[in-house]
């Protein structure tokens, strides 16, 4: 059974910083593509970044280039999302989401073949 199970997720301050990590079990992802949504309260789910698991390249959402970089490791099988420079308006439920055949591109069109179950982030004013 493939799990993808997060972690990180907290109260924060605005400007403050927090590192998502998401740990995948049941197969290996070396191929495919891996990122971040979110859906933040009364709102639709949103892409925020992902990575091609084979390149390293990386894509971003426009509300958090600058202040948000994801980083792959398919040796331990996990991403992480580390999040700077953080809003009130960062404020969500943040999943992550795999495909295994694909690129970013896939991820946010057809979304992820497998879910975790999503990490509360708070940030404060």
């Known amino acids: 059974q493939v799990q993808l199970v997060e972690s990180g997720g907290g109260l924060v301050q605005a400007g403050g910083s927090l590192r998502l990590s998401c740990t995948a079990s049941?197969?290996?992802?070396?191929?495919?593509?891996m990122g971040w949504f979110r859906q933040p309260p009364g709102k639709v789910r949103e892409f925020v970044s992902g990575v091609v698991l084979t390149t390293g390249i990386a894509h971003y959402a426009d509300f958090v280039k600058g202040r948000f970089t994801i980083a792959s490791d398919t040796a331990k099988n996990t991403v992480a999302l580390q999040m700077n420079g953080l809003k009130p308006e960062d404020t969500a439920v943040y999943y992550c989401?795999?495909?295994?055949?694909?690129?970013?591109?896939?991820?946010?069109?057809?979304?992820?073949?497998?879910w975790g179950q999503g990490t509360q982030v708070t940030v404060s004013s």
């Open positions: 049941g197969r290996t992802f070396n191929s495919g593509a």
């Open positions: 989401a795999a495909v295994t055949v694909g690129t970013v591109l896939t991820l946010v069109r057809k979304g992820g073949d497998y």
